[in-house]
């Protein structure tokens, strides 16, 4: 079973425009190359961002959205059904796939 960790990679893969010019852009906190991630939260499902590996652990606060926008209505509401709905699959998946190993 994947990770939510390793599945919101997947899903900011998925999420990628390839021709998006801010995918090339070099944005760094201190001397970290920071890749470009996406919001999955509630408020925000989508919406791509930078910020610090280290962003709460330590004093870092760095944090920058990619736009200035904020997600509308229609997709604050579908967006995180779908994250749901894929972790719930890849969950039944494991449970098949192990019951499946105990025949």
């Given at each position: 079973?994947?990770?939510?960790?390793m599945a919101n990679s997947l899903l900011n893969k998925l999420?990628?425009?390839?021709?998006?010019?801010?995918?090339?852009?070099?944005?760094?906190?201190?001397?970290?190359?920071?890749?470009?991630?996406?919001?999955?939260?509630?408020?925000?499902?989508?919406?791509?961002?930078?910020?610090?590996?280290?962003?709460?652990?330590?004093?870092?606060?760095?944090?920058?959205?990619?736009?200035?926008?904020?997600?509308?209505?229609?997709?604050?509401?579908?967006?995180?059904?779908?994250?749901?709905?894929i972790k719930e699959l890849e969950e039944n998946y494991?449970?098949?796939?192990?019951?499946?190993?105990?025949?």
């Amino acid at each position: 079973m994947l990770g939510l960790g390793m599945a919101n990679s997947l899903l900011n893969k998925l999420c990628m425009d390839e021709e998006d010019a801010m995918l090339n852009v070099e944005v760094r906190c201190k001397r970290i190359l920071l890749k470009m991630q996406t919001s999955w939260s509630d408020c925000n499902p989508g919406r791509r961002f930078w910020s610090c590996p280290h962003y709460g652990a330590t004093n870092c606060k760095f944090f920058k959205w990619r736009d200035k926008q904020s997600v509308d209505e229609r997709s604050k509401f579908i967006i995180p059904r779908l994250v749901n709905k894929i972790k719930e699959l890849e969950e039944n998946y494991e449970r098949v796939r192990l019951h499946l190993a105990e025949l």
